[in-house]
């Protein structure tokens, strides 16, 4: 009996070890290969919790990119280029005043129909030289100046004795054509020289087209072959900016501003000194119209000068006159040559009086040339001021 609990005992010890064996190799078998331990070490492994599945990636490799459609298809950027403004060319120059002839009519009435007809008279008694001298007067040619020109013609037609339409046509041209003195010089000096770009200081009173004709003159200059730059100096009023900037942009030329109500002087040495840095031709600056009867005014006109000179002395100063003022542009332009020593007038608004006779009184009163005319409102309506080509429009192809 000893023998057979023996016997069980012993069985019992063997199944229980033989499974004590079995399940830690079970175990073992289920868990993933310990990461935190060392291969072969002995220590023990640690159980991780495996990580979450990624969502299966949406990026196509590159190298299977090819053929492929997107699979978000973004629509094209849209390229917004500016607009760049139409460059202008101005017409040449040469001959404008010839082709801007019509627009002397009502001139032409007074100082070429008018006087001819009375020098083609039979007889000239005194009461037709006075008529003579009264259109001339009314042309706005001036007294002094009449009475010389009418002294001229008494005594051309006295030793000549002509009386034919051509005849005095031709004695009248001559005459007026001396008045308007043409060896005077009347190129404008728009070279650069000295490693600088020439300097033109535009000035007037209000209302007489300042900024405009600055803007007509670039034309003319860029017609002529020049680079130009414009300065807006006239701070005061932002339209004269905008308005002289819009010109600048019809022919490519940059205009240097400054803030409104700033100092004029800085702009104007600012816009000299970018002419310099970009090798400009001419810079052409444009001031506020100045009352010349304001003396604080005046003298800061004055103080733009001086500071643009820091830079070199200024080659022109152009006094723009409005022709329908008169005798009244002589004060204007008389008190302007004492302020900037005025070297040229342009005269403006000439097509729309009858008072062409203003040429001959600027010039003989003050002794400075007309250098330029404007005779229309076109962007090309301003021409180089020609005598005889003048007196020619005045007084009419057909005598």
Known sequence: MEYVVAAVILLVVLVAGGVGLMVPRMRRRELPPSQGGSQGGTGTATLERPAEEEPPSLVVPAEADEGLPPLIEEPPAAVVEEAKPQLEAPEPTAGRLVRLRARLARSQSVLGRGL???????????????????????????VEATQALVERLRERVRVLGTRTVAEVRAQLAEELTAALEPE????????????????????GVNGAGKTTTCGKIGRVLIADGRTVLFGAADTFRAAAAEQLATWGERVGAETVRGPEGGDPASVAFDAVKRGIDTGIDTVLIDTAGRLQNKVGLMDELGKVKRVVEKHGPVDETLLILDATTGQNGLEQARVFTEVVDVTGVVLTKLDGT???????AVQRKLGIPVKLVGLGEG??????????AFVEALLGSDG
């Open 354 to 360: 009858a008072k062409g006779g203003i040429v001959i």
């Open 184 to 203: 005077m010089d009347r190129s404008l000096k728009t070279a650069p020289h000295d490693g600088r770009p020439a300097v033109l200081l535009v000035v």
């Open 379 to 388: 962007p090309d309506d301003l021409a180089p001021f020609e005598p005889a």
């Open 116 to 142: 001819l007809s009375v020098l083609s008279r039979d007889h000239l008694d005194e009461d037709a030289w006075e008529e003579i001298e009264d259109s001339l007067i009314s042309a706005d040619v001036g």
